[in-house]
């Protein structure tokens, strides 16, 4: 997902960032390649070494490995608005909209499937959740919600009135049932931050990974107007006023928890880093408020916006670089364990 977001904010930097287009787009496509190969390799490998079906449904409902389901979906939602983003003709082919739609509404239900699953399991538990269920991973279904919101607003745009027929009245929905997860699981996330005992090596991922929705919302609340036409006969600017502001207030949230979440990794940074696979979770955040920055400064005309796009960009892309180099190291160090201890 990260290397997916990574690429829609190369691909959608605004032009008046100062940098070569060229040189962004060309960026863009090396993440998009690298996001449908790593895609392919995980798909293959799940296929080689399938989990059994009552193992897998008990993960499902799982407090903690439960949410992490969702980035598969979510995965795929980001490359389709990395495809989008790169060849903006595919929404205007009818074909390629309806293919669009069903890849978009597979995503989405498959999502809208395991929050139910896994939440009704939560629920059901009545507090006997353990003390390190809740994490980061807690913000993955609803940001996947918020994903599907906006790649179907997004397809509102295209010239087929069946697809905006079927698209436009599930974009309010999934938006809303992805924001008001959001506000419900980051109350409770940070009052477990606030409240209880602080674990690093749980709790620095959770504060980082709550920038997901929030910019995740900023990018559907962006991208609603579209459907407006279609639901209310209103054309689209009516709405987009009001919705960039709320958008805007979702993107300052997310930098100011930007810096809470800094300051609290460096404050406790011996014991807070250690890398997992599960660390390109903290590229995608950064990422999306990259990319939620750069639609708002297409919308205002902001030069503040602008700088502020490319600015998370370029962390953005400093993070997966770091992570990249780090995943490298931890699986040249996995695939030489073996052979160390053999001699």
Same mark, same amino acid.
């Given at each position: 997902?990260?290397?997916?977001?990574?690429?829609?904010?190369?691909?959608?930097?605004?032009?008046?960032?100062?940098?070569?287009?060229?040189?962004?787009?060309?960026?863009?496509?090396?993440?998009?390649?690298?996001?449908?190969?790593?895609?392919?390799?995980?798909?293959?490998?799940?296929?080689?070494?399938?989990?059994?079906?009552?193992?897998?449904?008990?993960?499902?409902?799982?407090?903690?490995?439960?949410?992490?389901?969702?980035?598969?979906?979510?995965?795929?939602?980001?490359?389709?608005?990395?495809?989008?983003?790169?060849?903006?003709?595919?929404?205007?082919?009818?074909?390629?909209?309806?293919?669009?739609?069903? %890849? *978009? @509404? +597979? !995503?989405?239900? #498959?999502?809208?499937? $395991?929050?139910?699953?896994? &939440?009704? =399991? /939560?629920?059901?538990?009545?507090?006997?959740?353990?003390?390190?269920?809740?994490?980061?991973?807690?913000?993955?279904?609803?940001?996947?919600?918020?994903?599907?919101?906006?790649?179907?607003?997004?397809?509102?745009?295209?010239?087929?009135?069946?697809?905006?027929?079927?698209?436009?009245?599930?974009?309010?929905?999934?938006?809303?049932?992805?924001?008001?997860? %959001? *506000? @419900? +699981? !980051?109350?409770? #996330?940070?009052?477990? $931050?606030?409240?209880?005992? &602080?674990? =690093? /090596?749980?709790?620095?991922?959770?504060?980082?990974?709550?920038?997901?929705?929030?910019?995740?919302?900023?990018?559907?609340?962006?991208?609603?107007?579209?459907?407006?036409?279609?639901?209310?006969?209103?054309?689209?600017?009516?709405?987009?006023?009001?919705?960039?502001?709320?958008?805007?207030?979702?993107?300052?949230?997310?930098?100011?928890?930007?810096?809470?979440?800094? @300051?609290?990794?460096?404050?406790?940074?011996?014991?807070?880093?250690?890398?997992?696979?599960?660390?390109?979770?903290?590229?995608?955040?950064?990422?999306?408020?990259?990319?939620?920055?750069?639609?708002?400064?297409?919308?205002?005309?902001?030069?503040?916006?602008?700088?502020?796009?490319?600015?998370?960009?370029?962390?953005?892309?400093?993070?997966?670089?770091?992570?990249?180099?780090?995943?490298?190291?931890?699986?040249?160090?996995?695939?030489?364990?073996?052979?160390?201890?053999?001699?």
């Amino acid at each position: 997902m990260g290397t997916s977001a990574l690429a829609v904010a190369a691909f959608r930097l605004p032009s008046e960032s100062g940098m070569i287009q060229q040189f962004s787009h060309a960026l863009g496509w090396v993440l998009l390649t690298l996001a449908t190969l790593a895609m392919a390799a995980l798909i293959a490998l799940n296929l080689r070494h399938r989990t059994p079906r009552r193992e897998l449904w008990e993960e499902i409902r799982s407090a903690q490995r439960g949410p992490a389901y969702a980035a598969i979906p979510g995965a795929m939602l980001t490359l389709v608005l990395a495809f989008e983003s790169a060849q903006p003709l595919l929404a205007v082919d009818r074909t390629a909209t309806w293919l669009l739609l069903a %890849f *978009i @509404l +597979i !995503a989405g239900f #498959v999502d809208l499937f $395991l929050t139910l699953v896994f &939440f009704a =399991a /939560a629920i059901a538990r009545r507090g006997a959740l353990e003390t390190d269920a809740l994490s980061g991973l807690w913000f993955m279904p609803q940001t996947v919600l918020l994903l599907t919101a906006t790649a179907l607003a997004r397809l509102c745009q295209a010239p087929n009135p069946a697809v905006t027929e079927i698209a436009a009245p599930l974009a309010v929905l999934f938006l809303g049932a992805g924001f008001m997860l %959001f *506000i @419900l +699981i !980051a109350a409770l #996330v940070l009052a477990r $931050l606030v409240l209880d005992a &602080f674990d =690093a /090596a749980a709790g620095i991922p959770a504060a980082w990974i709550m920038m997901s929705p929030a910019a995740a919302a900023a990018l559907a609340f962006m991208a609603i107007p579209r459907v407006t036409p279609a639901l209310l006969s209103s054309p689209p600017l009516s709405v987009s006023f009001v919705t960039s502001l709320f958008a805007g207030a979702l993107v300052g949230f997310s930098l100011w928890w930007l810096a809470v979440v800094v @300051l609290l990794t460096f404050r406790l940074r011996s014991d807070a880093i250690s890398f997992s696979p599960a660390s390109w979770s903290y590229v995608f955040p950064i990422a999306a408020v990259a990319v939620a920055s750069g639609e708002l400064a297409h919308t205002w005309n902001s030069r503040l916006m602008i700088l502020v796009a490319v600015i998370m960009a370029t962390v953005a892309a400093l993070v997966w670089l770091g992570v990249l180099i780090a995943s490298a190291g931890w699986l040249r160090a996995r695939l030489s364990g073996p052979q160390t201890t053999a001699q």
